[in-house]
């Protein structure tokens, strides 16, 4: 199953694929050593550049013998406009992380799943004191989630949160089937 992790700009996508990824989770730097390796020559002279042009993170997650995950980490700006119709296609979720730090941040993101269709959920990675500032009550109406959209704290840097999460994604996605009218 393809799952999408989405939000703004440093809420812990990245973070989070590579917390829970059974895999080497592909990132810039993956992309740089093994695409650029004997190709790019320039790479050699400068081992220090790293490319700002991140396009997304990839990881592999078995939540059990029969459901494997696939995570894409995706930015949900506007301007990923292209990448973003390539990456919904056969996605049957998406987590939309938030941080309270900057709530609006995520709204594009928020925006771009709904629109797409797909089943979400949106997890507050808390970043800080500030983050416990935030109820999730608050976060709910601040984002104008919808009351049937399950919304939970998750710490992008712990597994078993992340785990939990994706679980819980999984859970809804079931739900919302088993709702559906039949035929
Ligand atoms: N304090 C704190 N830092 C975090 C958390 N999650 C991610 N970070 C850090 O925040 C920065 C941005 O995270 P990153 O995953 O790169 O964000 P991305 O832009 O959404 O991919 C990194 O330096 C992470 O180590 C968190 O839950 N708490
Ligand atoms: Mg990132």
Known sequence: MKIL??????VGKTTLVGSISEITPLTTEAEMTQAGAGVDEGLELRPDKTTTTVAFDFG???????????L???????????????????????????????VEGSF???DRVERAGLPYLVAHNPFGDEAERWSLEEIRASLDIDAGT????????DPGQVRTTL?????????????????
């Open 5 to 10: 992790v989405t939000g703004g700009f440093g």
């Open 167 to 183: 679980a819980e994604l999984v859970a809804h996605r079931q739900r919302l089937l088993e709702q559906e009218p039949v035929g």
């Open 60 to 70: 592999r997650i078995s939540i059990d013998e029969q459901i494997v995950l696939y």
């Open 150 to 157: 399950p919304l939970l704290r998750c710490d992008a840097r």
């Open 108 to 110: 594009a993101a928020l």
């Open 72 to 102: 894409f980490g995706a930015p949900g700006q506007k301007r990923f406009h292209a990448l973003w119709e390539r990456l919904c296609e056969g996605a049957v979720g998406a987590i939309v992380l938030v941080d309270t730090r900057d």
